[in-house]
Nanobody, 124 residues
Framework: VQLQASGGGLAQAGGSLRLSCAAS????????LGWFRQAPGKEREFVAT????????YYADSVKGRFTISRDNAKNTVYLQMNSLRFEDTAVYYCALVRYSSGNFRYLGTYDYWGQGTQVTVSS
């Protein structure tokens, strides 16, 4: 399984970016796809997750109301629409897949596969 993330780049504070993550295989209904991020000198942290079958969504408090996660089942792709970007959103963003989700989506160890990461830089 390969996860290909794209869409990162440079944005001004208050601006928007949209990330995409395409899986190389068909994603089953029991799976979940999520986004994490890692800023320089910090640990990787949870951003958002969406379950593939039911479409349940979970966000970190720091991005609620600003970021929106969505999925395209036919394309096996998950998106992260990031609005009202802040300087502190600057990080490498990683997508991750868990084949059979059982909750605990905020925990890195839950996920089976990781994408290569895409850099998001927000200028203040």
């Amino acid at each position: 399984v390969q996860l290909q993330a794209s869409g990162g780049g440079l944005a001004q504070a208050g601006g928007s970016l949209r990330l995409s993550c395409a899986a190389s295989v068909r994603i089953g209904s029991g799976a979940a796809l999520g986004w994490f991020r890692q800023a320089p000198g910090k640990e990787r942290e949870f951003v958002a997750t969406i379950t593939w079958g039911g479409g349940s969504i979970y966000y970190a408090d720091s991005v609620k109301g600003r970021f929106t996660i969505s999925r395209d089942n036919a394309k096996n792709t998950v998106y992260l629409q990031m609005n009202s970007l802040r300087f502190e959103d600057t990080a490498v963003y990683y997508c991750a897949l868990v084949r059979y989700s059982s909750g605990n989506f905020r925990y890195l160890g839950t996920y089976d596969y990781w994408g290569q990461g895409t850099q998001v830089t927000v200028s203040s």
